[in-house]
């Protein structure tokens, strides 16, 4: 344990943790009294007059009384905060702190606190813990096509070892995705983060207790949310301005048109920075959300190249683009027969001749080979690698 990653004392902890929980004082009075008295501390000794030149009578009655169940909450991170160890550790960043991403203070609600758990050579630095300018958000539907999970994964694989840091949000599907793709990438020089929406010692979904523990290892997990907090279906779209504040642009893969990630997607551009969206089948509901920001003009990417080309990053090598190239000579002519969207067995009994059974068994040697996904309902898709 280092005085680099705790640096509290306790009656400081305190006093940021009595203005974060104090009930209806939210981020933008907090900065308000911060700006106003100087510190956390110096707001408690204010009188309830001097406290409403910056809130209102309310909120000012509710500062001069310790939150429900305080001193258990204190305890709690106080403890959670030294139970570092040689490679993890745990941080509680504030405003003030130089650790505070700079990309996230210029937004237009900046977390008062981060709760930061994650490999201890990130957390004892004495600059933001995120290099934004080198940073992706990387998002997209909790039930994604095979191919849409797949993309995710090769594009924050090749982004992670160009040297970029991949921020997600640590939810099934192309979070998750995405997030597996930037920790095998074995050149990566930046964390992989996820913002969670819940308290950082809370893991949710449950079937994330090994990329949780990978994530804390080898990167970041971080939570504006107080320890304990359970999943509240009101903190995920709130956390996701987070998700696009650490970040120089924000990659929707597949998206519904009712999903969170057009809410990333909405807030990144409402911050000022680059939307990217690839496209998919005009038959899937999981594409629909890339095409309406398409439309709206994010930017069209069937490349991680794609990106860094925008940014005038050019590096020296090019991915392979994960979205369907156009098929070479000696393509398997059932996957030229299958095209890019999924399909039904019917239709390839129609567009090929064949028979049904004759193309059962190329289909089970190409999925066995890696190139075919078998989907619900009888349909089959073809794979980034084919």
Known sequence: MTADITHWERADLEAWLRLSLTPSVGNAAA???????GSAAAIFTESVA???TCVSLAQAAQLRHPPKNFSAACETTWQWLHANSPDLGHALITLGDPRYPDSLLHTADPPLMLYVMGA????????PIVDWQ??????????????????AYQFAHHLAGQGWCIVSGMALGI?????AGAMAASSASLPTIAVVGTGVDRIYPRQHKQLAHQLAHCGLIISEFPLGTPPIASNFPKRNRIISGLS??????EAALASGSLITARTASEQGREVFAIPGSIHSPQARGCHALIQQGAKLVERAQDILDEWGDHTPQAMVSTVAATPTSNEHPL???MGYDPVHLDTLVARTGWSAADLQAQLLELELEGSVHRLAGGLFQRTGQA
Not at 31 to 37: N, P
Request: glycine residues 6%; hydrophobic residues 40%; proline residues 4%.
């Open 31 to 37: 900065r308000r009294l911060l700006a106003r008295f």
């Open 50 to 52: 001097e406290l409403q």
């Open 120 to 127: 201890r050579h990130w957390l004892e630095r004495h600059t």
């Open 134 to 151: 080198h940073s992706l958000a990387i998002v997209g539907s909790r039930n994604p096509t095979p191919q849409g999970a797949d993309n």
């Open 175 to 179: 979070d998750a995705a995405a997030h």
């Open 248 to 253: 120089r642009g924000t990659l929707v893969v």
């Open 335 to 337: 996957l030229t027969a």
